[in-house]
């Protein structure tokens, strides 16, 4: 069966400071992954998405990037963190796009 | 563009009463549809979908929601509330008709009174 792990579970973080958070999914090949964020008491923002290694789309600008290093792996950085970057952050993967997604158990991050 | 709108960002119910999340979505086009759940701190978990065949969809934790096209809505029930069905609820679209993007509504808080 196929499983998401996202990494760390939580994170606090001062303003400016650099971010990365990783995802990784086991089970499957050749994944279409996503980044969400959800602010507090707020939906589901797209951040980015990816259909193969190395090829991202951006669905928002901001100081955020993606990157695919490995089929499975996805990872979401920063070089420099602001205090609006605070939220939940939620990896997804389909086996299509349109197709039902399936999340991580997300990561808090609290930048201070 | 492709909208889902959740009526009722909060809903209350008692336990063992029923439980109906609404959710419509504006399309022409029948859509793939789905209802999620999260729990506080937690990543989002497929509760059913829809995408062709029988329009009334049988999910778990005893959830079932139906395709209604000529309403194009696809509310979520159950028949007896839980006070473990607490949590947040999330109706989304996707389909050739979005451009296989997937569309999210804002959620609806569900509380269960004991």
């Known amino acids: 069966s196929q499983t998401i792990h996202q990494w760390p579970a939580t994170l606090v973080q001062p303003v400016g400071s650099p971010l990365s958070l990783e995802c990784t999914v086991e089970?499957?090949?050749?994944?279409?992954l996503y980044w969400y964020r959800q602010a507090a008491g707020r939906g589901l923002q797209l951040l980015f998405y990816s259909v193969g290694i190395g090829q991202i789309s951006s669905e928002v600008p901001q100081n955020l990037s993606a990157s695919r290093p490995q089929d499975r792996q996805f990872i979401l950085s920063s070089k420099k963190l602001l205090l609006s970057d605070s939220g939940f952050y939620l990896c997804?993967?389909?086996?299509?796009?349109?197709?039902?997604?399936?999340f991580g158990p997300g990561t808090r991050l609290t930048v201070t | 563009a492709q909208s889902v709108t959740q009526l009722g960002s909060h809903v209350s119910v008692s336990e063992g009463a029923l439980v109906l999340l609404r959710c419509n979505y504006s399309s022409s086009v029948p859509p793939y549809l789905f209802w999620y759940v999260q729990y506080p701190n937690q990543g989002l978990q497929l509760l059913l979908k829809y995408t062709t065949g029988a329009t009334l969809v049988k999910g778990i934790n005893g959830f079932e929601a139906e395709f209604k096209k000529s309403e194009t809505s696809f509310h979520l029930t159950k028949p007896s509330a839980h006070m473990s069905d607490a949590a947040e609820y999330f109706c989304?679209?996707?389909?050739?008709?979005?451009?296989?993007?997937?569309?999210f509504g804002t959620g609806t808080s569900l509380t269960v009174i004991p």
């Open positions: 997804a993967w389909s086996v299509n796009r349109g197709y039902e997604q399936y």
């Open positions: 089970g499957t090949s050749n994944p279409n």
């Open positions: 989304a679209v996707s389909g050739p008709n979005t451009g296989n993007q997937f569309y």
